[in-house]
């Protein structure tokens, strides 16, 4: 989710321009000052990113086990979510050895409200700043980080809301996985364990000046929210080598802020944003 804190805090600031009575200008071009990357572990890079892309993982990790036998239909109903996930672990094991098995990602703004109201303005701004901002990467599977690229999966039947596996019937299978709703997610945890989440969204008010705004009632921990809800993986695999051949990881999230207060006037915002992955990357 890199470049989502920049672009919220760019929110941020048109509602500060907003608030008093100012049209903010933003340009068409690609910012010469630094920006802010939001790495697949949460922190913080300020400047380009070095090299294009993350590191690829640590080829020295562990190989997974041979491939296991699959039956060719899925099992009853009462044990297919523990079987799917256990297809889906193994694929998912097999394939992240692969270093070289990289995706594509994008980032797309879908709501943006302010006191439940939503202003075009404001999406023509935001828009414009994400098109001059965004770069997409190449990244392996999610999760990953570079201190921790999680080589293997830990992604869980108890994490899933429901799964659907599929026959193609030319030697390939398709499995589908909605993971339940979580909320601030870390990555490692709730949805974390299957997309790269925003560990805190918190941090964009580090960026501006206190004097700026302020909270109404509660606090940053209590007034900001990440909700992940609705989103999904598909994965398509070659049933003999139990190795990917396609997938997509769709994270969908919202992020509210509550009583967020600009000169002595109280405001909820939220941005509801869809993120995705896909593999292998896409020119």
């Not at 599977?141 to 019937?169: M, R």
């Not at 870390?186 to 960026?207: A, E, P, R």
């Amino acid at each position: 989710m890199k470049r989502a804190i920049c672009l919220l805090l760019c929110l941020v600031c048109v509602l500060l321009f907003s608030a008093c009575g100012k049209k903010p200008v933003i340009s068409t071009e690609a910012p010469t000052t630094s920006v802010l990357n939001l790495m697949p572990d949460g922190s913080i890079i300020v400047g380009e990113l070095p090299g294009g892309q993350y590191a690829a993982p640590n080829a020295n990790v562990q190989q997974p086990s041979a491939p296991v036998a699959i039956p060719t239909e899925a099992p009853t109903t009462e044990a297919q979510i523990d079987w799917i996930i256990d297809v889906y672990n193994t694929v998912y094991n097999n394939t992240k050895a692969d270093a070289s098995f990289l995706g594509s990602d994008s980032i797309v703004i879908s709501d943006i409200s302010v006191d439940g109201i939503k202003n075009s303005g404001v999406d023509s701004i935001v828009h414009s700043v994400m098109e001059a901002v965004y770069k997409p990467q190449n990244l392996p599977l999610p999760p990953y980080s570079t201190e921790n690229p999680f080589p293997v999966c830990i992604f869980h039947v108890e994490d899933a809301q429901t799964a659907e596996w599929k026959d193609l019937g030319n030697g390939q299978a398709e499995i589908v996985i909605y993971p339940k709703q979580s909320i601030n997610s870390t990555l490692g945890t709730g949805q974390g364990k299957m997309f790269n989440v925003i560990n805190d969204i918190s941090v964009i008010f580090d960026y501006m000046p206190n004097f700026a705004y302020g909270w109404s009632e509660g606090d940053i921990a209590s007034n900001v929210k990440t909700i992940y809800d609705g989103g999904y993986c598909r994965v398509v695999y070659d049933r003999v080598s139990m190795k990917m051949i396609s997938a997509e990881y769709v994270m969908k999230l919202t992020v509210e802020i509550s009583n967020f207060e600009i000169l002595f006037a109280g405001h909820n915002v939220s941005v509801a944003m869809t993120y995705t992955q896909t593999f292998p990357a896409t020119a």
